[in-house]
């Protein structure tokens, strides 16, 4: 039984930003299509679950990237579940290079919810979740809890139908563009990001409006708090950033 898979994934121009790079919400995406793919592969996909009225959610993510790749380069993405409690499972990612060479890792927690009631349920009713876990970890560790945070709004925000996916709310990668959404092009010019951590606490539906607010906490260091006028808060996030001059990649951090 392979606990381990590699996907391939061409970064096309739908992926790119204004510098030609990947997106970090699109990267996210690709990120979650490749979990998904595995999922699928194992035997407990979304499709599978919600024909027997259960969904997977995600509820944190972190990610540390060397670097970000590029137009038409092909990457890969390995994953893997690391281990499975009574409520989450972590699931890790290696993403590399055409020639195989480490560009960044991800590990990311997920829950699984009933469709009906949209309560957590626990997963020893999906039993066959166990017979894939590799207790491999990855240098930049688990998803941790961010704390709350207080700081300006710096970008505002409505749920309309093209944020809406399967589950019938908005879909995470548009939590992402709203959070990276609150800097400016010349910043993106002069900074390149490091590593991106998000915990999402509430489900934002259609018609919910919001706000961002950020705060620095550190040099380049950003942390992100969305809060919605109907839910409250739903989600956190941090974007750690180096200069473009004196980038070097360090996962530990």
Request: a neutral charge; one cysteine or more; aromatic letters at 12%.
């Amino acid at each position: 039984m392979d606990k381990k898979r590699k996907y391939q994934f061409q970064i096309s121009t739908q992926h790119i930003d204004f510098q030609k790079k990947v997106s970090l919400s699109s990267l996210f995406h690709l990120v979650l299509k490749a979990a998904g793919k595995d999922a699928d592969h194992n035997g407990f996909g979304l499709l599978k679950l919600q024909s027997e009225d259960y969904t997977w959610v995600l509820s944190r993510f972190v990610m540390d990237m060397e670097r970000f790749p590029l137009e038409n380069e092909t990457i890969t993405i390995e994953t893997w579940i690391q281990d499975v409690a009574a409520m989450f499972t972590t699931r890790n990612f290696r993403i590399a290079n055409e020639e195989d060479r480490l560009i960044g890792y991800a590990s990311s927690s997920w829950a699984v919810i009933d469709m009906k009631t949209r309560e957590s349920i626990l997963l020893d009713t999906l039993p066959s979740l166990n017979g894939f876990i590799l207790a491999e970890t990855t240098p930049i560790g688990v998803p941790t809890r961010i704390a709350n945070v207080k700081g300006d709004i710096a970008n505002r925000f409505e749920v309309k139908y093209s944020h809406i996916d399967v589950n019938r709310h908005a879909s995470s990668p548009f939590y992402i563009q709203w959070i990276a959404d609150c800097f400016s092009l010349d910043f993106y010019l002069k900074h390149k990001l490091k590593r991106f951590e998000i915990n999402f606490l509430k489900e934002i539906t259609f018609g919910d409006t919001g706000v961002v607010y950020q705060k620095l906490k550190a040099e380049n260091d950003y942390f992100f708090q969305l809060v919605t006028l109907e839910k409250g808060i739903a989600c956190r996030a941090r974007m750690l950033f180096e200069d473009e001059e004196t980038r070097r990649f360090d996962p530990g951090n």
